[in-house]
């Protein structure tokens, strides 16, 4: 069966509610969420990879230089980059800034 | 047709349900069910049966073990009572939002307090919103029987919910009765190989248990409802396949000796086999008694119902749960909501009768007919009582 990305009324909802399609949830752009976002300053990056790991979200990717940046369309701003990163090389700014 | 036996209810009850090769057994031992997985754990253990028998730290585990080895696409089965089957609340309304067909036997019990292990409804009354089918055997014979229906009910694709088989702790559950138990190649006959809807399988990827926001959870909940009430085609077509096979006929409700009945007295569970002893006793003084006894609680079966009562002009309704601070017991405040728009309804009392444990003979189930027939109109708050508490 077709699943529906939203369900009109009730008789279309999946049994179960069962999502059946895998990978769907990248169709959910968490960025919304967000109320800060993290900034990198580059000077500070020894491009360790500990804010790429910790990323819950799994929305921090390495550029061609090594150094991280995030995908803003999925960071939901938990900030838990910045607290991991040790070197202090992440900062979080508010959105609006 | 299968061998009759002399055998234990719950034994006969788990030997059922190891007809029905159930992929996975998740139990957690408590009275008065615990010789329903005991003899199970035998049964996998002689390898009779070949299941996956866990061997779970509490009900909440067994359940959310049975519902998720149900997810994979497995036959699951578990069986418990009173506390363990509340223990399990938090999963119970989950595993029907997830249309996952385990089946589970509950020997019911009292809630405590008082701690009591003996035998009344209250515990399936406090889960009786959760979205279950809910069945209630009056004997061993209807115990096997609707253990290996309940498979194939639940299982069926317009169903796919969860079924539970209420039989009464002690009362059925210790009690030696002579059971036609059907062989294997029987059961194999009436109950195919499980074919999930969707599994949890790497090949076959899907997401169960997703978030609802409140922009779902209203539609969500309203599909939920409208599987169980339609579920109710579904048990009838699976009970006249059973008659055919098997020729023992259910119904939702079953009447007995109810033509030309002015007074009808309503039972669920074992106490319908000593009503009826009641009711002919009555019937020998001439008094038009009959009996309805309710084998379908969920989903209720409410147009049957209303077929059963036509004619009759008082209904003696017996509970074996206390709504405390309700309009009575759970069964009462039903059948009174199902005859609220009939235009020529009878008078209905409610006796709540049996907790924890107390007997309740022939000539109770007598007075209360005889005080029901009598009875003049009265206050919905005042129409039912505790039977047989002493002043």
């Known amino acids: 069966m077709t699943q529906k990305r939203w369900p009109e009324g009730w008789r279309d909802v ?84 | 047709m299968g061998k009759r036996i002399g055998m234990e209810i719950a034994l006969a009850a788990a030997e059922a349900a190891a007809l029905c090769r159930p992929d996975v057994i998740a139990a957690y031992p408590i009275t008065p069910n615990t010789h329903v997985p005991e003899h199970l754990s035998d049964i996998v253990a002689e390898g009779r049966l070949d299941a996956e028998y866990i061997c779970v730290e509490s009900e909440h585990s067994a359940i959310s073990a049975c519902c998720g080895a149900s997810g994979t696409g497995a036959r699951a089965f578990t069986a418990t009572s009173s506390q363990g089957l509340l223990f399990m609340q938090e999963i119970l309304p989950i595993v029907p939002s997830l249309r996952l067909p385990v089946v589970m036997v509950i020997a019911n019990r009292a809630v405590s307090g008082p701690i009591n292990v003996w035998n009344d409804h209250s515990d399936i009354m406090y889960q009786r919103d959760t979205g279950w089918v809910s069945l209630f055997a009056a004997n061993g014979q209807e115990t096997v029987d609707m253990v290996i229906q309940a498979f194939k009910i639940g299982e069926h694709r317009d169903v796919m919910l969860p079924v539970n088989i209420n039989i009464d702790g002690f009362q059925l559950t210790h009690v030696v009765e002579p059971i036609f138990m059907p062989d294997q190649e029987e059961v194999d006959r009436f109950l195919p190989t499980y074919k999930p809807f969707a599994q949890l399988h790497p090949d076959t990827p899907v997401s169960m248990g997703s978030l609802g926001a409140p922009d779902i959870f209203n539609e969500a909940m309203c599909a939920k409802n409208d599987a169980l009430v339609r579920s109710k085609k579904v048990i009838l077509d699976v009970w006249k396949e059973w008659e055919k096979q098997f020729g023992r006929k259910y119904e939702p409700i079953e009447s007995y000796k109810t033509e030309g009945a002015e007074t009808l007295i309503v039972t669920m569970g074992s106490m319908g086999e000593t009503a009826e002893i009641a009711v002919d006793e009555l019937r020998k003084d001439g008094m038009p008694v009959g009996l309805l006894k309710i084998k379908l609680w969920r989903p209720f079966p409410f147009e049957e ?49 049996g907790l924890g444990g107390r007997d309740v003979v022939v000539e109770d189930f007598i007075q209360m007919a005889k005080k029901t027939a009598a009875s003049k109109k009265v206050k919905p708050e005042d129409a039912y009582e505790i039977y047989g508490a002493r002043e």
């Open chain 1, 14 to 97: 999946t049994p179960g509610c069962m999502v059946l399609e895998a990978g769907s949830a990248v169709e959910y752009h968490t960025g919304s969420w967000r109320a800060k976002k993290p900034i990198w300053d580059n000077s500070k990056c020894i491009k360790c990879g500990v804010c790429y790991m910790f990323c819950p979200e799994g929305c921090i990717t390495e550029d061609q230089e090594g150094f991280f940046v995030a995908n803003l369309e999925y960071c939901k701003g938990c900030g838990i980059c910045t607290h991991e990163c040790w070197p202090k090389a992440i900062v979080m700014v508010n959105e609006e800034d």
């Open chain 2, 305 to 353: 119902f209303r077929r059963a009562v036509k004619g009759a002009k008082a209904l003696a309704v017996m509970d074996r749960a206390v709504s405390c601070g309700g309009p009575g017991g759970p069964v009462f405040a039903e059948l009174r909501s199902a005859l609220y728009d009939e235009p020529k309804k009878p008078k209905t009392l409610n006796f709540i009768i």
